[in-house]
């Protein structure tokens, strides 16, 4: 079993919609969480940040972490076709370790 | 303020070679990180340098080696390529102390093993 499991894609939605991007973990030791959005021929940019369980929101996006039942989510609100991209959640453990793991990513397309 | 800048952006090797990949941090990051992505496998982390020291390294075989220079600078080398290192090898910078989200991605090398 991998350390994160994300969604598989690709997921296709009409503009408007609202998404949502699951992802679950077995490491209990995991202690920040991360949305990350990534458009083709770009690297990874931080979306949401989270290190405690309930919801966090930032505009049209809301994260949503369940330490209990190990499983974030990221909302999309009122989705753009500029939110087509490639989202792949992150976790990383406390202390000066930056290493992150990742889920494999899901591609969502925002059809006009 | 720049970002993270990596060279070169492609790259297209053979069975067998060595290939160095280039990662320029953040004025001011101390700390650079290495992942490999490929459709099969995402996002794995390689190694994490730090003042000139590898403090983090994930699990890879010994062909993959890092560095770190006095200015931060940070090359990636992989010995004897496979054709299952095709892959986009991103670096990802950030400063002394923070948290991960002053962790910033560059735009990564895409390497092509034929």
């Known amino acids: 079993q991998k350390e994160v499991e994300q969604d598989p894609g690709p997921l296709s939605v009409p503009e408007g919609a609202i998404v949502s991007l699951n992802c679950t973990y077995s490491?209990?030791?995991?202690?920040?969480f991360m949305w990350y959005r990534q458009y083709s021929r770009k690297g990874p940019e931080l979306l949401m940040y989270?290190?405690?369980?309930g919801n966090k929101e930032d505009g049209r996006f809301t994260a949503q972490v369940d330490k209990s039942s190990k499983y974030i989510s990221l909302f999309i609100r009122d989705s753009q076709p500029s939110d087509s991209a490639t989202y792949l959640c992150?976790?990383?453990?406390?202390?000066?370790?930056?290493?992150?793991?990742f889920g494999k990513g899901i591609t969502l397309s925002v059809r006009p | 303020k720049a970002g993270v800048t990596q060279t070169p952006r492609y790259l297209i090797k053979t069975r067998g070679q060595q290939v160095t990949l280039s990662c320029s941090p953040i004025?001011?990051?101390?700390?650079v990180s290495w992942y490999q992505q490929t459709p099969g496998q995402g996002l794995q982390f390689l190694f994490e340098?730090?003042?000139?020291?590898?403090?983090n390294k994930g699990n890879f075989p010994g062909r993959f080696s890092g560095r770190q220079f006095s200015n931060s600078r940070s090359e990636m080398n992989v010995s004897t390529l496979e054709l299952g290192d095709s892959a986009l090898y991103l670096c990802?910078?950030?400063?002394?102390?923070?948290?991960?989200?002053?962790?910033?991605f560059g735009p990564g090398t895409r390497l092509t093993v034929l």
């Open positions: 992150a976790m990383g453990l406390t202390g000066a370790n930056s290493k992150l793991t």
């Open positions: 004025s001011g990051h101390r700390s």
């Open positions: 340098y730090f003042s000139e020291t590898q403090r």
């Open positions: 990802a910078s950030s400063p002394v102390g923070k948290g991960y989200n002053e962790q910033f």
């Open positions: 490491n209990s030791a995991f202690q920040y």
């Open positions: 989270t290190y405690s369980s």
